[in-house]
Protein backbone atom coordinates (compact mmCIF):
# COMPACT_ATOMS: atom_id res chain seq x y z
CA UNK A 1 0.00 0.00 0.00
CA UNK A 2 1.65 3.01 -1.17
CA UNK A 3 0.48 5.38 1.76
CA UNK A 4 1.00 9.07 2.49
CA UNK A 5 1.11 10.94 6.06
CA UNK A 6 0.68 14.58 6.61
CA UNK A 7 0.64 16.85 9.18
CA UNK A 8 -0.21 20.55 9.71
CA UNK A 9 1.74 23.31 11.41
CA UNK A 10 3.28 27.01 11.89
CA UNK A 11 7.12 27.14 12.35
CA UNK A 12 6.37 27.07 16.21
CA UNK A 13 5.64 23.19 15.90
CA UNK A 14 9.03 22.52 13.88
CA UNK A 15 10.28 20.70 16.66
CA UNK A 16 7.05 18.61 17.26
CA UNK A 17 6.57 18.04 13.67
CA UNK A 18 10.21 16.97 13.62
CA UNK A 19 9.78 14.36 16.20
CA UNK A 20 6.88 12.86 14.60
CA UNK A 21 8.78 12.63 11.20
CA UNK A 22 11.48 10.96 12.78
CA UNK A 23 9.40 8.33 14.72
CA UNK A 24 6.84 7.83 11.93
CA UNK A 25 9.76 7.23 9.50
CA UNK A 26 11.21 4.56 12.35
CA UNK A 27 8.01 3.11 12.09
CA UNK A 28 7.18 3.12 8.39
CA UNK A 29 10.57 3.93 6.72
CA UNK A 30 8.71 3.42 3.10
CA UNK A 31 5.93 5.82 3.83
CA UNK A 32 5.68 9.67 2.43
CA UNK A 33 5.98 12.00 4.95
CA UNK A 34 4.33 15.64 3.74
CA UNK A 35 3.78 18.90 5.74
CA UNK A 36 1.76 21.83 4.91
CA UNK A 37 2.94 25.18 6.55
CA UNK A 38 0.68 27.68 7.54
CA UNK A 39 3.24 29.97 7.99
CA UNK A 40 5.51 32.16 6.62
CA UNK A 41 9.12 30.57 5.95
CA UNK A 42 10.94 33.95 6.66
CA UNK A 43 9.58 34.03 10.08
CA UNK A 44 11.64 31.14 11.43
CA UNK A 45 13.91 27.94 11.07
CA UNK A 46 14.15 26.66 7.36
CA UNK A 47 11.86 23.71 7.46
CA UNK A 48 11.48 20.70 7.96
CA UNK A 49 13.86 17.57 8.41
CA UNK A 50 12.79 14.47 8.19
CA UNK A 51 9.53 15.77 5.27
CA UNK A 52 9.82 14.87 1.60
CA UNK A 53 7.86 17.41 0.87
CA UNK A 54 6.61 20.87 2.37
CA UNK A 55 3.79 22.52 0.56
CA UNK A 56 2.94 25.87 1.66
CA UNK A 57 -0.26 27.31 2.23
CA UNK A 58 -0.45 29.34 -0.50
CA UNK A 59 0.02 26.46 -2.79
CA UNK A 60 -3.18 25.28 -1.77
CA UNK A 61 -5.39 27.36 -4.11
CA UNK A 62 -7.49 28.80 -1.61
CA UNK A 63 -9.74 31.62 -3.10
CA UNK A 64 -9.11 34.84 -0.96
CA UNK A 65 -6.36 33.27 1.03
CA UNK A 66 -5.10 36.34 2.95
CA UNK A 67 -9.06 37.37 4.17
CA UNK A 68 -9.56 33.88 4.70
CA UNK A 69 -6.69 33.22 6.99
CA UNK A 70 -6.97 36.53 8.89
CA UNK A 71 -10.68 34.74 9.87
CA UNK A 72 -8.84 32.19 12.13
CA UNK A 73 -6.32 32.13 15.28
CA UNK A 74 -3.36 29.85 14.90
CA UNK A 75 -4.91 26.46 16.01
CA UNK A 76 -8.41 27.12 13.37
CA UNK A 77 -5.78 27.91 10.18
CA UNK A 78 -3.70 24.63 11.41
CA UNK A 79 -7.02 22.72 11.03
CA UNK A 80 -8.66 24.33 8.40
CA UNK A 81 -6.52 23.25 5.67
CA UNK A 82 -6.45 19.98 6.42
CA UNK A 83 -9.33 18.86 4.06
CA UNK A 84 -7.68 21.25 1.20
CA UNK A 85 -4.70 19.15 1.79
CA UNK A 86 -6.29 15.98 1.75
CA UNK A 87 -7.77 16.86 -1.37
CA UNK A 88 -4.43 17.81 -2.76
CA UNK A 89 -2.74 14.54 -1.62
CA UNK A 90 -5.76 12.17 -2.50
CA UNK A 91 -5.80 13.10 -6.24
CA UNK A 92 -2.12 11.92 -5.91
CA UNK A 93 -0.28 8.08 -6.57
CA UNK A 94 -0.98 7.15 -3.23
CA UNK A 95 -3.06 4.08 -2.05
CA UNK A 96 -4.26 6.17 1.31
CA UNK A 97 -3.63 9.18 3.12
CA UNK A 98 -3.14 9.34 6.61
CA UNK A 99 -3.02 12.83 8.64
CA UNK A 100 -1.37 13.13 12.16
CA UNK A 101 -1.19 15.91 14.63
CA UNK A 102 2.64 17.66 14.81
CA UNK A 103 2.73 16.81 18.26
CA UNK A 104 1.87 13.14 17.89
CA UNK A 105 4.94 10.53 18.49
CA UNK A 106 5.01 6.93 16.77
CA UNK A 107 6.16 4.23 18.71
CA UNK A 108 5.26 0.95 16.54
CA UNK A 109 4.16 0.66 13.02
CA UNK A 110 0.35 1.25 12.71
CA UNK A 111 -0.59 -1.95 12.30
CA UNK A 112 -4.16 -1.99 13.01
CA UNK A 113 -4.46 1.22 10.97
CA UNK A 114 -3.14 -0.40 7.64
CA UNK A 115 -5.34 -3.51 8.27
CA UNK A 116 -8.51 -1.29 8.55
CA UNK A 117 -7.74 1.01 5.32
CA UNK A 118 -7.96 -2.94 3.70
CA UNK A 119 -11.13 -2.52 3.89
CA UNK A 120 -12.31 0.78 4.90
CA UNK A 121 -12.51 3.77 3.72
CA UNK A 122 -12.24 6.57 6.52
CA UNK A 123 -11.02 5.38 9.47
CA UNK A 124 -11.31 7.24 12.58
CA UNK A 125 -10.48 7.04 16.48
CA UNK A 126 -12.50 7.78 19.13
CA UNK A 127 -11.37 10.13 21.79
CA UNK A 128 -12.61 7.35 24.65
CA UNK A 129 -13.14 3.58 24.41
CA UNK A 130 -14.05 2.72 28.23
CA UNK A 131 -16.63 4.55 29.76
CA UNK A 132 -15.05 6.36 32.93
CA UNK A 133 -16.35 6.31 36.70
CA UNK A 134 -14.68 9.12 38.59
CA UNK A 135 -16.40 12.49 38.09
CA UNK A 136 -13.41 14.43 37.00
CA UNK A 137 -12.68 11.92 33.80
CA UNK A 138 -16.26 11.67 33.41
CA UNK A 139 -16.07 15.91 32.45
CA UNK A 140 -12.64 15.77 30.62
CA UNK A 141 -14.44 12.34 28.59
CA UNK A 142 -17.72 11.70 28.13
CA UNK A 143 -18.78 15.31 28.31
CA UNK A 144 -16.06 16.68 27.00
CA UNK A 145 -16.59 14.29 23.67
CA UNK A 146 -20.55 16.01 23.48
CA UNK A 147 -18.92 19.21 23.53
CA UNK A 148 -16.09 19.16 21.38
CA UNK A 149 -16.70 16.06 19.33
CA UNK A 150 -16.26 12.16 19.55
CA UNK A 151 -13.27 11.27 17.16
CA UNK A 152 -10.07 12.93 17.96
CA UNK A 153 -8.89 14.52 14.82
CA UNK A 154 -5.48 14.39 15.50
CA UNK A 155 -5.53 11.32 13.49
CA UNK A 156 -7.52 10.46 10.53
CA UNK A 157 -6.95 7.85 7.63
CA UNK A 158 -8.54 7.73 4.62
CA UNK A 159 -8.63 5.13 0.95
CA UNK A 160 -7.96 6.56 -2.02
CA UNK A 161 -11.18 5.72 -3.87
CA UNK A 162 -14.83 7.29 -4.81
CA UNK A 163 -15.88 7.14 -1.27
CA UNK A 164 -12.62 9.04 0.66
CA UNK A 165 -12.71 11.51 -2.30
CA UNK A 166 -16.03 12.21 -1.76
CA UNK A 167 -15.62 12.65 2.07
CA UNK A 168 -12.63 14.60 1.39
CA UNK A 169 -14.27 17.19 -0.89
CA UNK A 170 -17.29 17.14 2.18
CA UNK A 171 -14.73 18.10 4.70
CA UNK A 172 -12.70 20.43 2.72
CA UNK A 173 -15.61 22.47 2.01
CA UNK A 174 -17.10 22.59 5.46
CA UNK A 175 -13.68 23.63 7.27
CA UNK A 176 -13.35 26.32 4.35
CA UNK A 177 -16.69 27.64 5.51
CA UNK A 178 -16.47 27.56 9.40
CA UNK A 179 -13.27 25.94 11.32
CA UNK A 180 -13.69 27.66 14.39
CA UNK A 181 -13.27 27.16 18.03
CA UNK A 182 -16.87 28.27 19.34
CA UNK A 183 -18.24 25.61 20.88
CA UNK A 184 -21.55 27.78 21.93
CA UNK A 185 -22.38 27.57 18.25
CA UNK A 186 -21.49 23.36 18.08
CA UNK A 187 -18.10 24.01 16.29
CA UNK A 188 -14.90 23.15 17.11
CA UNK A 189 -12.80 23.65 14.45
CA UNK A 190 -13.04 20.01 12.83
CA UNK A 191 -14.20 17.29 15.23
CA UNK A 192 -18.00 18.41 15.57
CA UNK A 193 -18.19 17.90 11.82
CA UNK A 194 -16.37 14.09 12.21
CA UNK A 195 -19.28 13.39 14.60
CA UNK A 196 -21.65 13.46 10.98
CA UNK A 197 -18.92 11.11 8.97
CA UNK A 198 -20.28 7.49 10.32
CA UNK A 199 -24.20 8.71 9.16
CA UNK A 200 -23.05 10.34 5.81
CA UNK A 201 -20.86 8.04 4.26
CA UNK A 202 -19.93 4.25 3.84
CA UNK A 203 -16.92 2.28 4.93
CA UNK A 204 -16.14 3.55 8.19
CA UNK A 205 -14.17 2.19 10.56
CA UNK A 206 -14.63 3.00 14.43
CA UNK A 207 -10.54 2.03 15.38
CA UNK A 208 -10.83 0.94 19.05
CA UNK A 209 -7.08 0.11 20.01
CA UNK A 210 -6.43 1.62 23.15
CA UNK A 211 -2.97 1.97 21.94
CA UNK A 212 -4.01 4.49 18.97
CA UNK A 213 -4.04 8.47 19.90
CA UNK A 214 -3.38 7.72 23.59
CA UNK A 215 -3.50 11.20 24.78
CA UNK A 216 -3.30 13.14 28.53
CA UNK A 217 -7.48 13.60 29.06
CA UNK A 218 -7.77 9.40 28.41
CA UNK A 219 -5.33 7.96 30.29
CA UNK A 220 -7.87 7.44 32.84
CA UNK A 221 -8.65 4.18 31.03
CA UNK A 222 -5.47 3.99 28.99
CA UNK A 223 -2.39 1.94 31.60
CA UNK A 224 0.70 2.63 30.00
CA UNK A 225 3.23 -0.56 30.96
CA UNK A 226 6.93 -0.97 29.83
CA UNK A 227 8.37 -4.35 29.42
CA UNK A 228 11.73 -5.46 31.14
CA UNK A 229 12.98 -5.70 27.35
CA UNK A 230 10.89 -1.74 26.68
CA UNK A 231 8.33 -2.71 24.67
CA UNK A 232 5.37 -0.10 25.69
CA UNK A 233 1.62 -1.50 26.08
CA UNK A 234 -1.46 0.28 27.00
CA UNK A 235 -4.31 -2.11 28.46
CA UNK A 236 -1.44 -4.49 27.72
CA UNK A 237 -1.83 -3.84 23.74
CA UNK A 238 0.95 -2.24 22.09
CA UNK A 239 1.35 1.43 22.29
CA UNK A 240 0.69 3.08 18.58
CA UNK A 241 1.08 6.57 18.70
CA UNK A 242 0.92 9.01 21.53
CA UNK A 243 -1.00 12.38 21.10
CA UNK A 244 1.21 15.08 23.18
CA UNK A 245 -1.22 17.59 23.20
CA UNK A 246 -0.01 20.88 24.76
CA UNK A 247 3.50 19.27 26.85
CA UNK A 248 4.62 21.77 28.55
CA UNK A 249 1.41 23.67 29.51
CA UNK A 250 -1.87 22.22 30.43
CA UNK A 251 -1.02 18.91 28.76
CA UNK A 252 0.90 18.72 31.84
CA UNK A 253 -1.74 19.21 33.80
CA UNK A 254 -4.18 16.63 32.18
CA UNK A 255 -1.30 14.17 32.48
CA UNK A 256 -1.43 14.68 35.92
CA UNK A 257 -5.17 15.01 36.52
CA UNK A 258 -5.65 11.55 34.69
CA UNK A 259 -2.45 9.37 34.73
CA UNK A 260 -2.51 9.46 38.59
CA UNK A 261 0.44 6.92 39.81
CA UNK A 262 0.83 5.39 35.96
CA UNK A 263 4.95 6.55 36.13
CA UNK A 264 5.12 5.09 32.76
CA UNK A 265 3.22 7.53 31.10
CA UNK A 266 5.08 10.80 32.78
CA UNK A 267 8.36 8.67 31.48
CA UNK A 268 6.75 9.10 28.12
CA UNK A 269 6.10 12.69 28.31
CA UNK A 270 9.74 13.31 29.97
CA UNK A 271 10.88 11.51 26.74
CA UNK A 272 9.03 13.23 24.61
CA UNK A 273 10.34 17.33 26.05
CA UNK A 274 13.54 15.36 25.67
CA UNK A 275 13.43 15.05 21.80
CA UNK A 276 11.72 18.00 21.95
CA UNK A 277 15.16 19.96 23.15
CA UNK A 278 17.07 18.04 20.72
CA UNK A 279 15.73 19.77 18.40
CA UNK A 280 16.73 22.99 19.17
CA UNK A 281 13.32 24.56 20.64
CA UNK A 282 11.78 24.98 23.57
CA UNK A 283 8.58 24.86 24.86
CA UNK A 284 7.83 28.52 24.09
CA UNK A 285 6.24 29.05 20.73
CA UNK A 286 7.60 31.25 17.97
CA UNK A 287 5.22 34.40 16.70
CA UNK A 288 3.42 33.13 13.76
CA UNK A 289 3.27 35.29 10.82
CA UNK A 290 -0.13 35.80 10.33
CA UNK A 291 -0.64 36.87 14.27
CA UNK A 292 0.14 40.48 13.93
CA UNK A 293 -1.07 43.22 11.53
CA UNK A 294 2.00 44.28 9.10
CA UNK A 295 2.79 47.18 10.94
CA UNK A 296 3.33 44.32 14.04
CA UNK A 297 0.11 44.92 16.32
CA UNK A 298 -0.97 41.50 16.84
CA UNK A 299 -4.29 40.73 15.86
CA UNK A 300 -6.95 40.36 18.86
CA UNK A 301 -9.44 37.27 18.57
CA UNK A 302 -12.12 40.02 18.57
CA UNK A 303 -11.46 41.36 15.44
CA UNK A 304 -11.04 38.16 13.63
CA UNK A 305 -14.35 37.07 15.08
CA UNK A 306 -16.11 40.65 13.74
CA UNK A 307 -14.07 40.03 10.57
CA UNK A 308 -15.30 37.19 9.81
CA UNK A 309 -18.90 37.61 10.84
CA UNK A 310 -19.18 40.96 8.61
CA UNK A 311 -19.59 40.60 4.98
CA UNK A 312 -19.36 44.05 3.96
CA UNK A 313 -15.95 44.05 5.86
CA UNK A 314 -14.77 40.59 4.16
CA UNK A 315 -15.82 42.21 0.60
CA UNK A 316 -14.26 45.43 1.20
CA UNK A 317 -10.69 44.52 2.84
CA UNK A 318 -8.97 41.54 0.64
CA UNK A 319 -6.11 42.07 3.08
CA UNK A 320 -7.03 43.01 6.19
CA UNK A 321 -3.46 41.81 7.25
CA UNK A 322 -1.88 45.11 5.75
CA UNK A 323 -2.37 48.27 7.92
CA UNK A 324 -0.22 50.55 5.53
CA UNK A 325 -3.36 50.70 2.83
CA UNK A 326 -5.28 54.10 2.39
CA UNK A 327 -8.06 52.28 3.31
CA UNK A 328 -7.36 49.30 5.85
CA UNK A 329 -9.11 46.91 7.85
CA UNK A 330 -6.34 48.42 10.79
CA UNK A 331 -7.17 51.93 9.95
CA UNK A 332 -11.09 51.08 10.22
CA UNK A 333 -10.91 49.20 13.38
CA UNK A 334 -8.94 52.15 14.87
CA UNK A 335 -11.53 54.44 14.18
CA UNK A 336 -14.55 52.64 14.99
CA UNK A 337 -12.91 50.32 17.57
CA UNK A 338 -10.14 51.83 18.92
CA UNK A 339 -10.71 49.94 22.63
CA UNK A 340 -10.11 46.65 20.70
CA UNK A 341 -6.69 47.30 19.36
CA UNK A 342 -5.59 49.31 22.67
CA UNK A 343 -4.27 46.81 24.21
CA UNK A 344 -2.87 45.05 20.89
CA UNK A 345 -0.96 48.26 20.22
CA UNK A 346 0.26 48.28 23.68
CA UNK A 347 1.73 44.75 23.34
CA UNK A 348 3.76 45.37 20.35
CA UNK A 349 5.03 48.82 21.36
CA UNK A 350 6.44 47.00 24.22
Not at 38 to 52: I, K, S, W, Y
Not at 93 to 118: G, H, Q, R, S, T
Not at 160 to 170: E, L, Q, S, V, Y
Request: hydrophobic share 45%; with cysteine; net charge negative.
Amino acid sequence: MRVCCFTSLTLAYAARAMVLAETLRQAHPGWTIVAVLVDRPGNGPAPLPGFDEVVSVNDLDIPGLPGWLFKHDVVEACTAVKGAMMCRLLAGPYDAVIYLDPDIAVFNPLEEVEAALANADIVLTPHQTTPNTPTAAIKDNELGSLLYGTYNLGFIAVRNGPTGKAFAAWWASMLHRACYDEPEAGLFTDQRYIDLVPGLFDGVRVLRHPGCNVASWNLSTRHVTITADGAILVNGEPLRFFHFTKAGSIGDLMMDRNAGDNVEAFELLAWYKRRLHHYGQALVPAPWAYGHFTNGVPIPREARRLFRARRDLMAYFADPFDAGLHESYYGWLHAEHPGMLADSAAIAAA
